[in-house]
């Protein structure tokens, strides 16, 4: 294959990764999955009952790898059985995987509040027909991306794998990386904007999540309002970062042509990740001179 | 994810005995009448294996809430995806060495992995959880369940050929791991909290196998058309009436259910 | 039936293997940084996600690399270490991208309450810890740490794969793949779990003094993995 088409698709996969990315994050934001969502699980116990959605599915790469090996299924079942084209497979794939997402969303949001009986917790109905359809496009758009990527990868780059399970493993990755970064801007500042920015959260501060908006109660789509500024983005960069540069190492040093550029592409990562952890430390260092500690140092003061 | 209050009390109306024998008959009859009545009378009878498998789902999703109630230390999610990671080694195991007694291989290797991993658990990581054993050969037996039934019913029979061919090969193994695990992982999951109540629960472990049954019948397209219709109808009449029931359900155990409204005033939480 | 003694004496070396690469999963999960549910809302140290979850991602991530350089290499060496690029890459990115929300979205400086001085950068890190809370965001340690991990993980996931796809066997390559690469995600799950429940969840590094338990982890995952490479090669073999 022509090096130039290579990276032409490589960077359509790039591409379509970072939207999948951004819209993983976003669709866990307004459903409030994950890890922040044991604060929205907590806050009616520690009587802050709230309106926000409940969408325990799961961790979110479980959830996020149903998704896509459902669209990749129905997707390679399309193209194989009836022969259809590609992309509309794929969109359909999509589809069926957003309505079955849809399912298990509105499954978590009934059962965990009426486990929460004693707390006094009320199931809202208006809340689950406004968040529903929301998350369910949010999911499709990363299950469409998802797909793409994937059958871009075996179509033209000519990976092994069958599709379901690229758009499986592909589907974890995108899960645990939108559950690393962008749900920590949800859950450390937007579930707590009550109080002082510049500090992790309180333990006695536990279940106090922000329940009032701007005008009237805080819902999910107002906390997708605000991490779509930063927490989506980053999140689509990180995604998509992963896929452009693990496929970039092997597709500038192909190790088809030889074994040295197979090692050549080796070094290439681990340069890039060498950079990476010097990024880190830059980031480090700056943190710690721009915010400063939080106490005085007890054996000198 | 404990941050649900106290743990939930790990009983419930039904004995476990009975859903285990529940799991174990149902899942390998299903999967017995649909090898053979597909070859014998007609591949429409394929959807047998899906009905299999819903009832290893639900077997597993109590299995879950049995041993979740004790607190992992981590998700609930890890264990669901620990089953499937045994069940799919032990079924492929026994589906390609067992021939015609391949889902009883698989089952009973699966029940002996997952007794390791229990003893494991309990003996050299410490974990000291009294029904660690017994809930792992349970889980880990539903997960190998799960999968040959939905194979069974992809593939039309339970033959290793076949499941090579029509599920392993182009990959659709990867949604029946996915989708089985979160079938019996879900359940309990999703109505996690102290007044978590098992027909609850087990109602959307039937919910969640009927998607599962929807997807192996699209799947059961590639492998011949014949008993695709059938198993994506009954699938979704499954989803439809459990999904009913389990609303059912939420509007007797939850506190209210409100068409829109206010949160509760500061009087009412008292 | 098959013939188990030949299957596993023409095989042995790859039972060996896999059973390693199991080992090598297990001892990778203790080095992956995550802080849990905690690390979401910067009330503990490492990334804000499930250790089971994070681990898998990471060492799928390098399955995928892996799997693309096997199908034009057969090296071991580069194969094994095209996994582990392609773990490594995605843990980095990962920290990465959550520095910078740590950083620029909650506004705080990485800090660990575990140790008092970073082993790496000798930078203090107690006076750095908000106030009730265990810590946050990834200091230099924790993100070596993880990359070590992601390494590890590359390496463990890659070796499974390679042994299942090198094992004698009837099988069309098609059908191979599709079946070594299953049981590779499948092993790979039971050894991401395991260890998270020796570690209960969550861990800084290896700097973290739950990190010395590794062993009850790795010889836990010495046996399970043993189990399933014998079960693994017994029916790649027998076809």
Same mark, same amino acid.
């Given at each position: 294959?022509e090096?130039?088409?290579?990276?032409?698709?490589?960077?359509?996969?790039?591409?379509?990764?970072?939207?999948a990315?951004?819209?993983?994050?976003?669709?866990?934001d307004?459903?409030?999955?994950?890890?922040p969502?044991?604060?929205?699980?907590?806050?009616?116990?520690?009587?802050?009952?709230?309106?926000?959605?409940?969408?325990?599915?799961?961790?979110?790469?479980?959830?996020?790898?149903?998704?896509?090996?459902?669209?990749?299924?129905?997707?390679?079942?399309?193209?194989?059985a009836?022969?259809?084209?590609?992309?509309?497979?794929?969109?359909?794939?999509a589809?069926?995987?957003?309505?079955?997402?849809?399912?298990?969303?509105i499954?978590?949001?009934?059962?965990?509040?009426?486990?929460q009986?004693?707390?006094?917790?009320?199931?809202?109905?208006?809340?689950?027909?406004?968040h529903?359809?929301?998350?369910?496009?949010?999911?499709?758009?990363?299950?469409f991306?998802?797909?793409?990527?994937?059958?871009?990868?075996?179509?033209?780059?000519?990976?092994?794998?069958?599709?379901?399970?690229l758009?499986?493993?592909?589907?974890?990755?995108?899960?645990a990386?939108?559950?690393?970064?962008?749900?920590?801007?949800y859950g450390?500042?937007?579930?707590?904007?009550?109080?002082?920015?510049?500090?992790?959260?309180?333990?006695?501060?536990?279940?106090?999540?922000?329940?009032?908006?701007?005008?009237?109660?805080?819902?999910?789509?107002?906390?997708?309002?605000?991490?779509?500024?930063?927490?989506?983005?980053?999140?689509?960069?990180?995604?998509?970062?992963?896929?452009?540069?693990?496929?970039?190492?092997?597709t500038?040093?192909?190790?088809?042509?030889?074994?040295?550029?197979?090692?050549?592409?080796?070094?290439?990562?681990?340069?890039?990740?060498?950079?990476?952890?010097?990024?880190?430390?830059?980031?480090?260092?700056?943190?710690?001179?721009?915010?400063?500690?939080?106490?005085?140092?007890?054996?000198?003061? | 994810?404990?941050?649900?209050?106290?743990?939930?009390?790990?009983g419930? $109306?039904?004995?476990p005995?009975?859903?285990?024998?529940?799991?174990?008959?149902?899942?390998?009859i299903?999967?017995?009448?649909?090898?053979?009545?597909?070859?014998?009378?007609?591949?429409?009878?394929?959807?047998?294996?899906?009905?299999?498998?819903?009832?290893?789902?639900?077997?597993? $999703?109590? $299995?879950?809430?049995r041993?979740?109630?004790?607190g992992?230390?981590?998700?609930? #999610?890890?264990?669901?995806?620990?089953?499937?990671?045994? *069940?799919?080694?032990?079924?492929?195991?026994?589906?390609?060495? *067992?021939?015609?007694?391949?889902?009883?291989?698989?089952?009973?290797?699966?029940?002996?992995i997952?007794?390791?991993?229990?003893?494991?658990?309990?003996?050299?990581?410490?974990?000291?959880?009294?029904?660690?054993?017994?809930?792992?050969?349970?889980?880990? *037996?539903?997960?190998?369940?799960?999968?040959?039934?939905?194979?069974?019913?992809?593939?039309?029979?339970?033959?290793?050929?076949?499941?090579?061919?029509?599920v392993?090969? #182009?990959?659709?193994? $990867?949604?029946?791991?996915?989708?089985?695990?979160?079938?019996?992982?879900? #359940?309990?999951?999703?109505?996690?909290? #102290?007044?978590?109540?098992?027909?609850?629960?087990?109602?959307?472990?039937?919910?969640?196998?009927?998607?599962?049954?929807v997807?192996?019948?699209?799947?059961?397209?590639?492998?011949?058309?014949?008993?695709?219709?059938?198993?994506?109808?009954? *699938?979704?009449?499954?989803?439809?009436?459990?999904?009913?029931?389990?609303?059912?359900?939420?509007?007797?155990?939850?506190y209210?259910?409100?068409?829109?409204?206010?949160?509760?005033?500061?009087?009412?939480?008292? | 039936?098959?013939?188990v003694?030949?299957?596993?004496?023409?095989?042995?070396?790859?039972?060996?293997?896999?059973?390693?690469?199991?080992?090598?999963?297990?001892?990778?999960?203790?080095?992956?940084?995550?802080?849990?549910?905690p690390?979401?809302?910067?009330?503990?140290?490492?990334?804000?996600?499930g250790?089971v979850?994070?681990?898998?991602?990471?060492?799928?991530t390098?399955?995928?690399t892996?799997?693309?350089?096997?199908?034009?290499?057969?090296?071991?060496?580069?194969?094994?270490?095209?996994?582990?690029?392609?773990?490594?890459?995605m843990?980095?990115?990962?920290?990465?991208?959550?520095?910078?929300?740590?950083?620029?979205?909650?506004g705080?400086?990485?800090?660990?309450?575990?140790?008092?001085?970073?082993?790496?950068?000798?930078?203090?890190?107690?006076?750095?810890?908000?106030?009730?809370?265990?810590?946050h965001?990834?200091?230099?340690?924790?993100?070596?740490?993880?990359?070590?991990?992601?390494?590890?993980?590359?390496?463990?996931?890659?070796?499974?794969?390679?042994?299942?796809?090198?094992?004698?066997?009837?099988?069309?390559?098609?059908?191979?793949i599709?079946?070594?690469?299953?049981?590779?995600?499948?092993i790979?799950?039971v050894?991401?779990?395991i260890?998270?429940?020796?570690?209960?969840?969550?861990?800084?590094?290896?700097?973290?003094?739950?990190?010395?338990?590794?062993?009850?982890?790795v010889?836990?995952?010495?046996?399970?993995?043993?189990l399933?490479?014998l079960?693994?090669?017994?029916?790649?073999?027998?076809l």
């Amino acid at each position: 294959m022509e090096p130039l088409i290579g990276m032409g698709v490589l960077a359509l996969m790039g591409a379509a990764a970072t939207v999948a990315g951004a819209s993983e994050d976003l669709e866990s934001d307004v459903g409030s999955q994950s890890n922040p969502n044991s604060q929205v699980q907590l806050a009616p116990q520690m009587m802050y009952p709230h309106r926000i959605y409940n969408k325990a599915i799961s961790g979110e790469p479980p959830s996020n790898a149903l998704m896509c090996a459902i669209g990749g299924t129905t997707a390679s079942v399309l193209m194989t059985a009836y022969s259809m084209s590609p992309l509309f497979a794929i969109a359909m794939g999509a589809l069926f995987a957003a309505i079955v997402h849809g399912s298990y969303s509105i499954s978590a949001f009934l059962g965990r509040p009426a486990s929460q009986k004693r707390f006094k917790q009320p199931v809202y109905l208006d809340v689950l027909r406004s968040h529903t359809p929301v998350i369910m496009g949010y999911s499709y758009i990363t299950t469409f991306c998802i797909l793409v990527v994937s059958y871009l990868m075996i179509a033209v780059l000519g990976h092994p794998f069958p599709l379901p399970l690229l758009a499986f493993i592909w589907g974890i990755t995108v899960g645990a990386i939108g559950s690393s970064t962008g749900d920590v801007h949800y859950g450390a500042e937007r579930e707590f904007q009550n109080v002082e920015f510049g500090a992790g959260l309180n333990a006695a501060n536990s279940g106090n999540i922000v329940r009032t908006a701007e005008s009237g109660l805080r819902n999910g789509i107002d906390n997708s309002w605000f991490c779509a500024k930063f927490g989506g983005p980053v999140t689509g960069i990180a995604f998509g970062m992963t896929v452009f540069l693990s496929g970039w190492v092997t597709t500038v040093f192909n190790p088809a042509a030889s074994l040295t550029m197979g090692w050549l592409s080796v070094v290439a990562g681990v340069i890039l990740v060498l950079i990476m952890i010097i990024w880190n430390r830059k980031i480090e260092v700056a943190a710690r001179a721009a915010f400063g500690p939080y106490k005085e140092d007890e054996v000198a003061a | 994810m404990s941050a649900g209050g106290e743990p939930a009390v790990a009983g419930g $109306a039904v004995a476990p005995n009975k859903i285990i024998a529940f799991g174990i008959l149902g899942g390998l009859i299903g999967i017995y009448a649909a090898h053979f009545l597909d070859s014998m009378i007609s591949p429409v009878f394929s959807f047998m294996g899906a009905l299999g498998a819903i009832c290893a789902i639900v077997w597993g $999703a109590d $299995a879950v809430r049995r041993v979740c109630s004790y607190g992992l230390g981590t998700g609930v #999610p890890s264990i669901g995806m620990l089953a499937l990671g045994m *069940g799919v080694v032990a079924s492929m195991f026994g589906l390609a060495v *067992g021939g015609i007694a391949g889902p009883i291989i698989a089952f009973v290797s699966a029940a002996i992995i997952g007794l390791i991993i229990g003893v494991l658990a309990n003996k050299v990581l410490g974990m000291n959880i009294p029904i660690m054993e017994q809930s792992m050969v349970e889980i880990a *037996g539903a997960g190998a369940l799960t999968i040959v039934g939905l194979s069974t019913t992809m593939a039309g029979t339970f033959m290793f050929e076949e499941v090579l061919t029509f599920v392993i090969a #182009p990959g659709y193994i $990867a949604v029946i791991f996915i989708a089985g695990g979160m079938g019996i992982l879900h #359940p309990f999951n999703a109505c996690l909290g #102290p007044d978590e109540h098992q027909d609850r629960t087990l109602t959307l472990g039937f919910e969640k196998g009927g998607i599962a049954m929807v997807i192996a019948g699209l799947v059961s397209a590639v492998a011949g058309s014949a008993a695709m219709l059938p198993t994506i109808m009954i *699938g979704v009449f499954i989803w439809y009436t459990s999904f009913a029931k389990f609303y059912e359900l939420t509007k007797r155990d939850s506190y209210k259910i409100l068409g829109s409204g206010l949160l509760p005033s500061e009087e009412e939480l008292q | 039936m098959i013939d188990v003694v030949s299957i596993l004496s023409a095989n042995i070396l790859y039972v060996v293997l896999i059973t390693l690469g199991g080992m090598l999963i297990s001892l990778s999960v203790h080095f992956v940084p995550v802080g849990g549910a905690p690390a979401a809302m910067a009330q503990a140290t490492g990334i804000g996600t499930g250790t089971v979850q994070l681990a898998a991602g990471a060492g799928l991530t390098g399955l995928v690399t892996a799997g693309a350089v096997m199908a034009v290499s057969d090296s071991l060496p580069l194969i094994l270490a095209a996994g582990a690029v392609g773990a490594m890459i995605m843990m980095s990115v990962t920290m990465l991208v959550g520095a910078w929300v740590y950083t620029y979205g909650v506004g705080v400086p990485p800090a660990s309450a575990k140790i008092k001085y970073d082993p790496i950068t000798k930078d203090r890190q107690d006076l750095y810890v908000s106030q009730g809370t265990e810590g946050h965001g990834l200091p230099t340690v924790s993100y070596v740490s993880g990359v070590i991990g992601g390494l590890l993980g590359g390496i463990g996931g890659a070796l499974v794969y390679y042994s299942l796809m090198s094992t004698s066997t009837g099988l069309t390559m098609t059908n191979l793949i599709g079946l070594a690469s299953i049981f590779a995600v499948g092993i790979f799950f039971v050894n991401a779990v395991i260890p998270s429940y020796n570690i209960g969840g969550t861990i800084e590094g290896f700097h973290d003094p739950k990190f010395k338990k590794w062993p009850k982890a790795v010889f836990s995952s010495f046996i399970a993995t043993f189990l399933s490479a014998l079960v693994g090669v017994l029916a790649i073999g027998g076809l």
